[in-house]
């Protein structure tokens, strides 16, 4: 099939990649409010297919059905996908995506060096940008597949640990980077002898890098996933931003860089939230078994005082403001329709509802905030930790579902605990806390929490669902 | 174009990206991962032009248009299906506005 647009001039299709950057930037700068966001994703995706489909009508294609069944069967593939899927299943799907943009980048940068071994030139940057594509695009890809697996609970989610875990992966960095250095010194001979055409080097850097991309995400554990994510997310831009310079297109340059940046900025925001630094995140030893079942015996013993729907139900009758403190437990149980249901019918009942997130709460950026706008909870009514936390000290009732290190005050205390220092929901402020949860078993930092043991809250086991349908039942059959 | 001038195109687009982003509320930080996520798909372009522009003539370039269509397809599951997802995500935030009077 020759070129539709063959003739295009290189500085027009150039213009059109610059119109479809500004679509993109514009589409980003939607998504500042919810109002406007549905609209800037309608623009990012019509950069999308301004740029590509710009780029099949002036490329001259030699192998049309090819290109067309791939762009087919991809979309099919995607499109099933996104429209199956269920809320609660989101952020693997997310990492998913993620990984399979990363690994096209690596493969893409492949072909290319190949091509260029046929053309028999090969330049200096080129070949560097190559090689950091294929490091990055490995890395995204095997670990976005770790990641996926481990949210979907077909990878244990636990932090796998093991002795001389930093030295293996280490190895690979350094093979990774050797291949990579001999790919740019060196891309047509090992040694003296002549390469072979497929530019082996490259693929030694490929398979180590998909090695280390695994080794990253299998120690990492399930709370710690909104930073793996995130910084995933960040990987996979940068993986097509430097194809970009490989290609020398702008406008992968532009794009890739945004969502690098974007990923970076909420990789960033989701380690402050933890008061712990990025390499703490993927070196550190959170999430081993830090306290004995003594000293949770010694904080816990004869100071849990628990209760029932019905005691909670005329708590809340008296209440003139509730605070809902939802957790990676909510989604677990997929109680966020009842919790939903129960908020609406406070705000019914003249209460003044409001829900406190924590920005890590769950297991991606946002994971609260999307759960609970499925279950159509206005977002107006929730608050992120600077906003509620003042708040608390005016709160009747708080009510902590499947939350658990993020409400934990030993996080307040000087020390050095897994938890040290990182910012916390004040519930214990407020009036009373009830505390919905199937046990008293530690969070993910394996830390136990005081706030189970206080005065003032009330724990009420139970499966999350269950529970808060028990309860919304209990508070309609008294209004 | 120069190496430096793509440099240029990164840093520029990075002090962008970094502008806009730290003004997205909380709220929309899984819609705008998402949707970003959509928009690292743009690879896709790359794998359009690897995939369409080598034949079959030689071994290497059969080699070259397989790892293009393999490419093609994981690109295209990521900006199909990402748009799709971050689109119904962005349908339950709108849904709020229309809810107001009820």
Redesign the interface.
Known sequence: MVAVLGGLPDSVLAFIYLVA?VM??Q???D?????T??R???I??GG?AL??GI??LV??????V??F???L???A???W???T?ETTE?PQ??GL??G??????A??A???L??M??AGSFQL?VTATAALAGLIGSVTFWGSLVAAGKLHGVVDDSAVRYDGEQAVKALFLVLAVLAGLHLVVRPTLIGSVPLA??VPSYWLLVAAASILGVLLVIPIGGADMPVV??LL?SY??L???T?????????????????????L??TV?MCESMNRSLANVFFGGIGEESESDDEMEDIYEGNITTTSPEEVEMTLDVADRVVIVPGYGMAVAQAQHAVAELAELLDEAGVDVEFG?H?VAGR????M??LL??A?????K?R?LEEINPTFSQTDVVIVIGANDVVNPSANEAGSGPLAGMPILDVGEARTVIVNKRSLSPGFSGVPNPLFARDNTNMLFGDGKETMQELVNVYKENH | ?T?VQ?LT??VL??F???E?????????????????????????????????????A????T???A???????????????????????????????G??GD
């Open positions: 950057g993109f930037i589409g980003l700068r998504m500042t409010h919810p109002r966001a549905p800037g994703n309608l990012s995706a999308m740029a590509v780029t099949v490329t001259e294609i030699l192998s049309p090819l290109l069944a791939g762009l069967v991809g979309a593939v995607g499109g996908l996104a429209v899927v989101m799907l997310v995506f993620n399979f943009g990363g690994g096209a980048s493969l893409v492949g072909a290319e190949i091509g071994f046929d940057g055409a497929w994510i995130a997310n996979s831009g993986a097509a931003a194809t970009g310079f490989v290609l020398d297109n702008s406008v992968l340059i532009i794009a890739g860089t945004l969502v690098g940046a974007s990923g900025i909420l925001i997130i920005p991606m950026p946002g994971h905030n999307v706008a499925e159509d909870v206005p977002y107006e929730l992120d | 174009m190496f793509n195109f990164f687009a990075a962008v990206g970094y806009i982003i730290t003004k997205i509320p909380t709220n929309l930080h899984t819609p705008l991962m998402s949707g970003a996520n959509a928009i690292s798909g743009i690879t896709l372009i790359g794998s359009v032009v690897v995939a369409g522009s080598a034949g079959m030689s071994q290497s370039s080699i070259a248009t790892l293009g269509f393999v490419a093609v397809v994981m690109a295209t599951v990521n900006v199909v299906g990402g748009y799709l997802v971050t689109n119904s995500m962005l349908d339950q935030f709108r849904s709020d506005d809810r107001g």
